[in-house]
């Protein structure tokens, strides 16, 4: 992408001592000193700022506009503009233009104002890159499909997408319901506004009813000044509820009337506030057991599963391992700057073979760490599996007891995490309290 610079006025002196200074600032600078030459050399030559005089005598600065916007619409236009044209730049504002200057102008006023015209570009650019890598990324034909089981998966997303039919992702933790709930998103018409996620076992209950439906000022201790909720930040598009079975029952009825009437209501608010967002949750547990026990809102239930979509369990998609760790490795690779030409064949036979009680998130984790700790050219057995330690003796020697056995498990998924509490929550299935409150502080490594 160009970052040279276009300076146009029919004072070529003018034109030749902004372009002079611009050079000197360290930018590419050109000059033109007509407006048809200014027209030809955009009409040929890529530009990423034009500064153009609004009044020229053969082809004016509103039509050098109107040309840089038809032939290179990432381009800039900053305005030089006399105090009696200053209508016609307000003008030009309107019509797109970036800026302008009303001389006389210092060359400080004008470098400022070229270099947010080329960050401005640049970030514009840079957000439109990633953009078109998220669509990727989330495309359903970019979902790693080769088992029977995400094949048959992606065949349902695919119908479901351009509805606004509320889903339930049902699967183990670290299945990857997530990605599956952005893909719906980024496959539907609600791609151009925003998809908002929220876990709902991650935030303190007191907080999580602020956090959905926002509040006043004033409406609590610390709320110092108004915020909106998650609802209202997803307006127009989704919201993903992540661990829904973890929604404290004293917030099921106020989620349910806000599915019912597409109308929330902030904490400490007496207005309520209209909002169109589309729902999808998901869980890893069990709802209908828990709506027979009274743990989960029958009704609330049954406005969540409108379509109940399973994700499967990477046991379940053996085919599909290996290219998930191709796919992580090159993405790791990237961001770590290395070349890893894929896995030596003990390495691949053994990502085949393991059982991934994590799920596809243990598996990125792996993956990360041993491309990470490579040394060679390819991933080896030793960079992938982790020393987890010796098992712990049994009491008197004999058979664990349940206790210990839960003891070892927890020990391996935080050895295999790296320490991380959080991450091991999510394979184990349980929340990070639960955990800290199971973990014996004497016997298990420090975790973050």
Request: some cysteine; glycine content about 8%; hydrophobic content about 45%.
């Amino acid at each position: 992408m160009s970052e040279r610079v276009l300076v146009v006025d029919d004072d070529a002196e003018m034109a030749a001592v902004v372009a002079r200074h611009l050079e000197g600032e360290g930018m590419a600078a050109a000059s033109a000193t007509s407006g048809e030459q200014a027209l030809a050399a955009v009409e040929h030559e890529p530009f990423a700022v034009v500064v153009t005089d609004v009044v020229m005598t053969d082809v004016g600065g509103l039509d050098l506009l109107r040309a840089v916007q038809r032939t290179q619409p990432e381009a800039r236009v900053i305005l030089m503009t006399a105090f009696g044209s200053l209508e016609t730049a307000i003008e030009a504002i309107r019509g797109g233009a970036y800026d302008y200057l009303t001389k006389p102008f210092t060359m400080a006023e004008l470098t400022l104002t070229v270099r947010r015209a080329l960050d401005e570009r640049r970030l514009r650019a840079e957000n439109r890159r990633l953009r078109a890598e998220v669509e990727r990324r989330y495309a359903f034909d970019a979902l790693v499909a080769r088992s029977l089981a995400m094949r048959h998966l992606v065949g349902q997303l695919e119908g479901v997408a351009d509805s606004d039919a509320t889903l339930l992702l049902l699967g183990e933790s670290g299945a990857g319901k997530e990605v599956v709930a952005r893909a719906v998103h980024w496959n539907s018409p609600r791609r151009e506004r925003p998809f908002v996620a929220i876990n709902c076992a991650a935030i303190p209950e007191p907080l999580l009813e602020s956090e959905m439906f926002g509040h006043e000022r004033g409406a609590f201790t610390g709320a110092v000044q108004r915020r909106r909720g998650l609802f209202a930040e997803a307006d127009g598009g989704t919201l993903f509820l992540d661990e829904i079975a973890d929604m404290p029952p004293s917030l099921q009825a106020k989620l349910l009337r806000a599915l019912q009437d597409k109308v929330v209501r902030p904490v400490g608010g007496r207005d309520e506030v209209r909002v169109d967002v589309r729902i999808i949750s998901a869980t890893n547990r069990d709802l209908i057991d828990l709506v027979q026990r009274g743990r989960f809102r029958e009704d609330l239930y049954y406005r969540l599963a409108v379509i109940p979509l399973r994700v499967p369990s990477l046991r379940e998609r053996t085919e599909d391992v290996l290219a998930l760790a191709h796919q992580f490795l090159r993405r790791t690779s990237a961001n770590l700057g290395k070349t890893l030409d894929g896995f030596t064949d003990e390495a691949a036979a053994w990502l085949r073979d393991h059982r991934w009680p994590g799920n596809v998130r243990q598996l990125e984790n792996v993956v990360e760490r041993a491309a990470t700790l490579a040394r060679g050219e390819r991933i080896a057995l030793a960079d992938l599996r982790v020393d987890i330690g010796a098992p712990r003796p049994a009491s008197g020697g004999v058979r664990p007891t349940l206790a210990e056995l839960e003891d070892e498990y927890i020990r391996r998924i935080l050895a295999e995490t790296g320490g991380d509490k959080r991450a091991a929550a999510r394979i184990l299935g349980v929340s990070v309290r639960t955990l800290q409150r199971r973990s014996p502080s004497s016997t298990l490594p420090e975790a973050s």
